[in-house]
Structures are given as structure tokens and as C-alpha cells.
């Protein structure tokens, strides 16, 4: 069963005044004509536009192609499917049957919709300052992560880097297990690194995204040790 919508209300932060909105920016396709796409179309918009005038400021030198890919970079679905999980929006998704048995609420493409579905239900709900606060909340560490290049070094790729810079060892990632049936598989991995006493995990629908979740766990745990 579903949680209500208004404990999900509650972790986001946004008291609404029409919580009917945030239920709609939830409601897959596969539920129905009543549907998020509609707020799906405006909440890409409205990710499109805040994004860029946050890079305008923030690359001041930048030309249009470069602020173009380093916007590419921040709205794409993987992107914004990331972002969902962060928000443990999955537990909160309205689908039909087909897709909770398929395992819909696991999918980046429905996952990432569900966010610009969100950021449009917001709009509607208290205008335009108010999205963007949001967004750039959301959006934050990784708008800080960003180059002129237009990319955004992953998880996995700034663990290497922090061990190779130190001259150590780079990790080793294994395979714990994998639960599920073959459409809808969740992957558990282990990151070995030499600085760390014990493994970190994580866990994802593919194995990359298992392996990137375990390499933030350690890269967590390094720069807390790092900083003490």
C-alpha cells in the first residue's frame, strides 16, 4: 500500500494549499486519463528555465553552447531520476497494476517524470519563486559539481580520483546479490577501499547504479574522516 501523499507533503517541505496537485504529479498514465502528464509538460519547462538562469549567473563567462550542455547535463532523466530517489518518491508513485507488477516505481523514465510532474505541481500551487527554491535545493550539489565542460564527474569517477590523488589503491566493487525477477531486479553491491575498516553499499535497479550508490556511501565516509 501506498503512503499518503501528505507524509510525502511533509519531507519535501511545501505546505500546499491544494494538495490535490502533488496527488496528480504522482498519478501515472497507466492509472488512468486523470494523469500527470499535463504537469509533466509544465514542470519541464519550468526545470528548463530555472536551470538556465542559475547557470547564466553562475558561469558569467560561459558562451550559449557551453551553458547549453551544462544544462543538458543537469535535466537529463537520469538526473532527474537520481533526484527521485533521493526524495524516496517511488513509495509514493500512483500506478496502475501493469506497471506495479512490472516495477514501475524502480523506472528512471517514470521516475524522472514524476519529478518535473512535481516541480509543476508546486508552480501551480505557489508560483514561480517558490519552484525555483525548490529545484535549486535539489538541484544544488550537483550545480556546485559542474564544469565549463558541461559534465558531471559521477560517483564512481570522483572515488578514483580521491584515492589516486593519495596514491591509494582504487576500489573494488562486488556483486553481493540481486533480488527479483528479471524484469525488475534490484542489485546489492560491496565498495572495498583500503582507507575504510568495513565495505559501503548500495543498492539499484542495474548494477551501475548499485556501484555508483556504493562509491557515494564511501566517498561520504572519507570526507567525514578527511575533515575530523
Not at 38 to 60: K, Q, V, Y
Not at 173 to 194: R, W
Request: glycine fraction near 8%; hydrophobic fraction near 40%; charged fraction near 30%.
Amino acid at each position: 500500500m501506498k503512503k499518503p501523499v501528505s507524509e510525502l507533503a511533509r519531507r519535501l517541505g511545501h505546505v500546499y494549499e491544494d494538495e490535490s496537485l502533488l496527488e496528480l504529479a504522482l498519478t501515472h498514465r497507466s492509472c488512468g486519463k486523470r494523469n500527470n502528464e499535463r504537469l509533466e509538460f509544465l514542470g519541464d519547462s519550468i526545470l528548463n528555465f530555472i536551470i538556465a538562469a542559475d547557470l547564466f549567473d553562475r558561469f558569467p563567462s560561459a558562451k550559449e553552447g557551453q551553458l547549453s550542455r551544462l544544462r543538458a547535463a543537469m535535466v537529463k532523466g537520469e538526473t532527474l531520476a537520481e533526484i527521485a530517489r533521493e526524495l524516496d518518491l517511488g513509495q509514493y508513485l500512483r500506478l496502475g497494476s501493469g506497471e506495479l507488477k512490472s516495477g514501475g516505481f524502480r523506472r528512471d523514465s517514470i521516475l524522472a517524470d514524476t519529478v518535473e510532474a512535481i516541480i509543476g505541481a508546486i508552480y501551480m500551487d505557489a508560483g514561480l519563486e517558490t519552484a525555483r527554491f525548490y529545484v535549486l535545493k535539489w538541484f544544488e550539489k550537483r550545480l556546485v559539481e559542474l564544469d565549463l565542460d558541461g559534465s558531471i564527474k559521477d560517483s564512481k569517477t570522483r572515488l578514483q580520483e580521491f584515492l589516486q590523488s593519495r596514491r591509494l589503491d582504487l576500489p573494488d566493487y562486488d556483486l553481493i546479490h540481486v533480488e527479483g525477477e528479471a524484469h525488475s531486479q534490484t542489485f546489492y553491491i560491496q565498495c572495498k577501499v583500503a582507507l575504510l575498516n568495513e565495505p559501503t553499499e548500495g543498492s539499484g535497479s542495474s548494477r551501475r547504479q548499485a556501484e555508483q550508490e556504493a562509491a557515494k556511501a564511501a566517498l561520504q565516509l572519507l570526507k567525514q574522516e578527511s575533515s575530523s
